[in-house]
């Protein structure tokens, strides 16, 4: 089973700031991996995808990048509308994949 | 635009059973694989089941095996999840999902809710 470890767990920025959002996956899974954003109530919304590719509609303000077993999901200047949980999935392995347990971004 | 609408949720007792729908529209239905995911309150994200677009092939998570069944209608536009055997670790929200090959959700879907308690 391959475990996907997000860190920070919660980051707390103000507007305009950078944000930088880890995930470490325990075996490598190449570039299958995606980032979520998922805001309270809501489902969650596909941001990333293959690790750096945008999804329709995404902000480019959101990027992605890495491979192997260390991601990153970057927002060049955050908004006050980025406030939401974050997550990672990888499907290198499946089925079943796995999600990690989330960053929590809060925008002052 | 991809529409995604989840249903049949409710209050359950531990082994009860249940069956979900979702309803989907905006998109070939036919020609596309289909998942459902939870979120246990407070918690993450969890893929439960897959479907491909004939519903030849399926996959179950070791939570769902021999408890879960997926299925589809492609005349109606439709994929279920029957659900038997219900224990309170099954109690979250059910999303179901486009799955080309990551997770497609409706952005204005909220889930189906699946509480379980005596």
């Known amino acids: 089973e391959i475990v996907l470890t997000q860190s920070p767990a919660t980051l707390s920025l103000s507007p305009g700031e950078r944000a930088t959002l880890s995930c470490r996956a325990s075996?490598?899974?190449?570039?299958?991996l995606a980032w979520y954003q998922q805001k309270p109530g809501q489902a969650p919304r596909l941001l990333i995808s293959d690790a750096s590719n945008r999804a329709r509609g995404i902000p480019d303000r959101f990027s992605g990048g890495g491979s192997a077993t260390d991601f990153t999901l970057t927002i060049s200047s955050v908004e006050p509308e980025d406030s939401a949980v974050y997550y990672c999935?990888?499907?290198?392995?499946?089925?079943?994949?796995?999600f990690g347990q989330g960053t929590r971004l809060e925008i002052k | 635009q991809m529409h995604l609408v989840e249903s049949g949720g409710a209050l359950v007792k531990p082994g009860g059973s249940l069956r979900l729908s979702c309803a989907a529209s905006?998109?070939?239905?036919?020609?596309?694989?289909m998942s459902w995911v939870r979120q246990a309150p407070g918690k993450g994200l969890e893929w439960i089941s897959d479907i491909s677009s004939s519903g030849s092939v399926i996959n179950y998570a070791d939570t769902a095996k021999g408890r879960f069944t997926i299925s589809r209608d492609n005349t109606k536009n439709l994929v279920y999840l029957q659900m038997t055997s219900l224990t309170t670790d099954d109690a979250a929200i059910y999303y179901c999902a486009r799955d080309p090959r990551y997770f497609e959700f409706d952005p204005r879907g909220q889930g189906t809710l699946v509480a379980v308690s005596s």
């Open positions: 999935h990888q499907r290198s392995a499946w089925p079943p994949g796995s």
């Open positions: 905006g998109f070939s239905f036919s020609d596309s694989k």
């Open positions: 075996h490598r899974i190449s570039t299958y």
